[in-house]
């Protein structure tokens, strides 16, 4: 098993950038692939970005995006510290939501039905 937290979340102006943390205890991020995900009020959680376990590249990239965070957001994987990152960028309001990491024992996926275990999540608020 696996126990995610996540930080970093917080009040941000449009265009601007946040970078989010999710520290694991248990087993290393680095045996499972971990994802981002986000939900908005009224809305249902969608995926954001998932980086593979490591040493395991599919199709030449071991990372994967939702379509509307391409180019903007980043994730990565500090293996050492056993912590995972988004980097955002460009923020938007409809970037708001409270976004989750979560740990899936599968091979590089953005499906949330795949992801065994999830943090509590961190609010991010995008707005003037």
């Known amino acids: 098993q696996v126990h995610l937290v996540e930080s970093g979340g917080g009040l941000v102006q449009p265009g601007g950038s946040l970078r989010l943390s999710c520290a694991a205890s248990?087993?290393?991020?680095?045996?499972?692939?971990m994802g981002w995900f986000r939900q908005a009020p009224g809305k249902e959680r969608e995926a954001v970005a998932a980086i593979s376990l490591a040493g395991v590249v599919l199709s030449g990239a071991n990372t994967d995006y939702a379509d509307s965070v391409k180019g903007r957001f980043t994730i990565s994987r500090d293996n050492a510290k056993n912590t995972v990152y988004l980097q955002m960028n460009s923020l938007t309001p409809e970037d708001t939501a409270v976004y989750y990491c979560?740990?899936?024992?599968?091979?590089?996926?953005?499906?949330?039905?795949?992801?065994?275990?999830w943090g509590q999540g961190t609010q991010v608020t995008v707005s003037s």
């Open positions: 248990g087993r290393t991020v680095s045996t499972y692939t």
């Open positions: 979560a740990a899936s024992g599968r091979s590089l996926t953005l499906l949330p039905t795949y992801f065994a275990y």
